[in-house]
């Protein structure tokens, strides 16, 4: 078997090198060639635990490679992953296909003898049909089917996700793309993973779906914890209450400074304006993105408020500036947000980031990057935690104290208790729970 993977980003080269772990021959295709040069070098172009161990691997044992060349991969290959990003469309909030389409007018050029072509990327109801007219407009004589089969990998937890999926979702009717999909699926069948078979437009509608239902629970506890905060509750208390619940579920109820990330902004976004075009209006999609926008912006705000209101002239420690730990992805990470409405209201920002600082030195100006933890503190009017990375969970309270000018922590993740920190002599602030009297 042989694919093609088109897109080297973090899903396609996450799905690539998982899918020749799995015994296939894979080559995994950018535009990018300066991403392409950093691969052939065993350089990663983005931060995934374990990545480069499987990438190395798989390249060793000559499963895996890297080209920039579309048409050589997809000539050999029996499916065709389309991986390429479907950012939102500047101005009208709908996502941006015209990677996918370029991708496959590229693909009909290159296509010999049946091919599957499918899209991992998560796209809109009505994509893939669009994709199968490009190819028969260019290619009437080709034999080919387009599948859909959209991603749940979650970036920091990739390849555990990718190899041990909770279930595979395959859109497509044609028996002869059913065949390829369940022969590059089979490990995965062996260990009793759910596949679901359904209709292309289904699946296009699952991937939205999900990702929507989990941005719901996000913004749905963050505006318990707005309550807990006014009547003195506890939302970790009242999301581990409604969790155990197995109806509702433990997980994605973490009040937090809202959702960021490559996938719930714009995709609960598309949703919406897909839905409203198509005159069924998702209301409380719609509520849910509004929620998000606003609580972002509300957190420069609770910074402010722990200073005594005004950070003018004033010095901020960030530690975590990437969406999540474990990730560079800077894409719609709340930083964006409380950084720079930090600094507009006239503080100095002090921030690190053990991977993302990089990225994230092109979009956030005028910040002070520092090289460590502690580093970033010295002199410090006050400490932000806006990433839950696993080194700034066991932080040395004395040293912040000698550190900081003032005590004040303001914990975005509520990755500490309230009453140690108290106790620690810390003025403390954290998300939707009371502080002891
Ligand atoms: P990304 O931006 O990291 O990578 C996309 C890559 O595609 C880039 O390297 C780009 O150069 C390349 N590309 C674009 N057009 C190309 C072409 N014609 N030929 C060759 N290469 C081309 O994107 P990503 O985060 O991997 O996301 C890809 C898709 O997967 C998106 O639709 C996203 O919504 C979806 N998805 C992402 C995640 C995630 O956690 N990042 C999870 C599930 C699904």
């Excluded at 937890?157 to 028996?175: E, K, M, N, Q």
């Excluded at 062996?190 to 913004?219: C, D, V």
């Excluded at 002070?368 to 066991?394: H, S």
Aim: hydrophobic fraction near 40%; charge should be negative.
């Amino acid at each position: 078997m042989h694919v093609a993977m088109i897109g080297t980003g973090y899903v396609g080269l996450v799905s690539g090198t998982c899918f020749s772990e799995f015994g296939v021959d894979v080559v995994c295709v950018d535009k990018d060639r300066a991403k392409i040069e950093k691969l052939e070098q065993g350089v990663m172009p983005i931060y995934e635990p374990g990545l480069d161990d499987l990438v190395a691997k798989n390249v060793r044992e000559g499963r895996l490679s890297f080209t920039a060349d579309l048409s050589r991969a997809v000539k050999k290959a029996d499916a065709v992953f389309i991986a390429v990003g479907t950012p939102t469309r500047r101005g009208d909030g709908h996502a941006d296909l015209s990677y996918v389409y370029t991708a496959a007018k590229e693909i009909a050029a290159a296509m010999d003898g049946y091919t599957v072509v499918v899209t991992k990327s998560t796209v809109p109801v009505g994509t893939g049909d669009e994709v199968e007219r490009i190819i028969r407009e260019a290619r009437p004589d080709a034999q080919f089917d387009v599948v859909s089969n959209p991603e749940f990998l979650r970036e920091g937890s990739a390849i555990s996700d990718f190899t041990h999926p909770d279930r595979v979702v395959i859109g497509t009717h044609s028996p002869r793309a059913q065949e390829v999909m369940r022969a590059l699926y089979r490990p995965l069948h062996l260990i009793e993973t759910p596949i679901l078979f359904t209709s292309r437009t289904t699946s296009e509608l699952i991937k939205y779906a999900a990702n929507t239902f989990l941005a719901t629970k996000i913004s749905f506890i963050n505006e318990v914890a707005d309550l807990c905060e006014k009547v003195g509750a506890d939302v970790q208390d009242v999301a581990k209450g409604i969790g155990l619940d197995g109806r509702i579920g433990k997980k994605f109820l973490h009040a937090g400074p809202g959702y960021g990330g490559s996938c719930f902004p714009k995709d609960t976004l598309a949703l919406a304006h897909t839905a409203r075009d198509i005159g069924v209006p998702l209301r409380i999609v719609e509520t849910v993105i509004d929620i998000n926008t606003k609580r972002k912006k509300a957190m420069a705000e609770r910074v402010i408020a722990a200073c005594g209101g005004s950070v003018a002239g004033k010095t901020i420690a960030v530690l975590g500036v990437a969406f999540k730990p474990n990730t560079d992805d800077m894409r719609d990470s709340p930083s964006l947000d409380i950084l720079p409405q930090l600094q507009a209201n006239g503080a100095t920002v002090r921030a690190y980031d053990p991977e993302a600082m990089r990225e994230a030195k092109a979009l956030l100006p005028d910040v002070v990057w520092c090289d460590g933890t502690y580093e970033t503190m010295e002199g410090a009017d006050a400490l932000v935690i806006i990433t839950e990375w696993n080194q700034f969970r066991g932080l040395d309270f004395e040293r912040v104290k000698a550190l900081l000018r003032a005590p004040v922590l303001v914990d975005l993740r509520n990755i500490y208790n309230p009453d140690e920190m108290v106790r620690a002599g810390f003025d403390y602030h954290c998300i939707g729970r009371p502080l002891p009297l």
